[in-house]
């Protein structure tokens, strides 16, 4: 049984797959309605329960499609719905859900939540989001570079604003596949030190700055998140805190000609970046939202077919 809870716990090698997976399906795909099963689907009859705990737009989506491609069915559960949001355990939880579905994907704020879901479900669990990391959307957007430049292997990638979850799993990726990291974080803001140290003892390409023209210069990539995620009471002290390193375009011209943009939505225009970066010739935001679909439908495959 396989969990996707970090990309820290999954080889090289499956990454890879993973991803050349999704782009073979995305391909095969073409000219389909996009409700209709795939030709000749890989799991059907299998049920995903779908937790959630933060709202969701892109992750419910792409999940719920995913699994109705590959040929099976989806349940939604809101936490605050179902006993876990009364107080039942989550390990109670886990052991009752694994006796009704295929697999479980989470999208929860405690990243502890996860791992002891996972400790005691006997089956897959998938990381949809939390707050250490978020593996699925970097997925995505692998995807979407490998689309772009045809390799990952020595594309340099900017990362610019807050170290959260989402840099988090960059970090995670990086000495997996074969790109550069650089992250421009002003102090109080930069990524967990485990994660710099995984990095660091991995030996990793990755390396922080608190000048945001330092972490672009040269970039092939620039990517960016929203400076203030759902939860944090601190709003205005953040934005203030972060308002230098919103993506513009000036800040996009230290980078690359060819440079693309990332964001994995939702987006805030005029704070972590321009409306004439995002909007522009440069982003690839929507592509790498619809690439969300592709990337998880191959990381159920390989939850449920290893």
Request: proline share 4%; aromatic share 6%; hydrophobic share 45%.
């Amino acid at each position: 049984m396989r969990h996707f809870l970090d990309l820290i716990d999954v080889p090289a090698a499956d990454l890879t797959a993973l991803l050349a997976d999704a782009a073979a399906m995305k391909v095969a795909r073409k000219g389909l309605p996009k409700g209709a099963v795939d030709p000749d689907p890989a799991l059907p009859g299998r049920a995903l329960a779908m937790i959630f705990e933060k709202s969701s737009t892109r992750t419910r989506v792409s999940f719920d499609m995913a699994i109705r491609q590959l040929g099976g069915s989806s349940l939604v559960l809101n936490a605050a719905d179902m006993q876990l949001g009364r107080g039942e355990s989550v390990s109670d939880t886990a052991q009752v859900l694994s006796r009704f579905v295929d697999a479980v994907m989470i999208r929860a704020n405690a990243h502890e939540d996860v791992t002891e879901f996972a400790e005691f479900s006997d089956v897959p669990v998938i990381n949809g989001l939390t707050d250490r990391s978020h593996p699925c959307q970097i997925m995505a957007d692998l995807l979407t570079l490998q689309e772009h430049f045809g390799t990952l292997d020595g594309l340099k990638l900017a990362w610019v604003g807050d170290g959260n979850n989402v840099a988090a799993s960059f970090i995670h990726a990086a000495p997996k596949l074969g790109f550069s990291l650089t992250l421009g974080c002003p102090g109080g803001y930069t990524p967990a030190e485990d994660d710099l140290a995984y990095a660091s003892n991995s030996g990793a390409r990755v390396e922080l700055t608190a000048d945001p023209r330092a972490a672009v210069d040269g970039a092939d990539v620039v990517i960016a998140d929203t400076f203030v995620s759902m939860g944090d009471a601190d709003a205005d002290t953040r934005l203030a805190d972060l308002a230098a390193y919103c993506v513009t375009e000036e800040l996009m011209a230290q980078a690359k000609r060819e440079a693309v943009f990332l964001h994995c939505l939702p987006a805030h225009r005029g704070e972590e970046v321009s409306a004439a970066v995002i909007d522009g010739a440069r982003s690839l935001v929507f592509d790498e939202a619809e690439n969300r679909l592709h990337a998880q439908k191959a990381i159920l495959k390989w939850c449920l077919l290893p």
